[in-house]
């Protein structure tokens, strides 16, 4: 079966300071991959998206990156964090090649607070 | 106007109650459906998938879609203090982008 993996579950950083979130997903092949935020009572907002190494689609123009460094792995980064950048953050997949009228699952989340 | 409307609660039932959970959308090319429970500080977990308009049924729980009247619905019976959570509703036309409800709160009272 499939599962998804996020890490770390929970972080504190200072305001400059980088962010690395890891996101991977097991027993399938060639998954489209997403990055989440979700703040409270704005529901979820959808950062990057991938459908294959290499390829990143960002959807809102931030202080965030991300990469696809292999199939089924999934980062997300920052060089300097900002307060604002505090929040739940959610890796997802679907296991549609080419679509995205799949399913979509959910990692457990990261949460992300900045002092 | 927002593109999914969904009442964020919080909805308190009796355990044993009939949950009615709804959300509404503009879209008419959404074509495929999802339910979510979140609990709290977690993931949201999948509970039900459509892409036609009917009733689709899983245990305790029927999503209801009817694409005319751009309205879905999640029935959860004989509820339970376990089914106190965060539900999500969301959709897709087919493309990359997922759309979201911003969540119904429900607490089922022991």
């Known amino acids: 079966s499939q599962t998804i993996h996020q890490w770390p579950a929970t972080l504190v950083q200072p305001v400059g300071s980088p962010l690395s979130l890891e996101c991977t997903v097991e027993g399938t092949s060639n998954p489209n991959l997403y990055w989440y935020r979700q703040a409270a009572g704005r529901g979820l907002q959808l950062l990057f998206y991938s459908v294959g190494i290499g390829q990143i689609s960002s959807e809102v123009p931030q202080n965030l990156s991300a990469s696809r460094p292999q199939d089924r792995q999934f980062i997300l980064s920052s060089k300097k964090l900002l307060l604002s950048d505090s929040g739940f953050y959610l890796c997802?997949?679907?296991?549609?090649?080419?679509?995205?009228?799949?399913?979509?699952?959910f990692g457990e989340g990261s949460r992300l607070t900045v002092l | 106007q927002k593109e999914v409307e969904q009442d964020p609660g919080p909805l308190s039932v009796p355990e044993g109650a009939i949950v009615s959970l709804n959300c509404t959308y503009s879209?008419?090319?959404?074509?495929?459906f999802m339910w979510y429970r979140q609990y709290s500080r977690k993931g949201p977990e999948l509970l039900m998938y459509?892409?036609?308009?009917g009733n689709k049924e899983d245990g305790r729980f029927t999503a209801q879609v009817d694409k005319s009247s751009k309205y879905i619905s999640l029935f959860i019976r004989d509820s339970q203090p376990s089914d106190s959570a965060t539900y999500l509703c969301?959709?897709?036309?087919?493309?990359?982008?997922?759309?979201f409800g911003t969540g119904t709160r429900l607490k089922v009272l022991a």
């Open positions: 459509t892409y036609s308009s």
């Open positions: 969301a959709m897709t036309s087919g493309t990359y982008k997922y759309i």
């Open positions: 997802a997949w679907t296991p549609m090649v080419g679509g995205a009228d799949g399913e979509l699952f």
């Open positions: 879209n008419s090319a959404f074509q495929y």
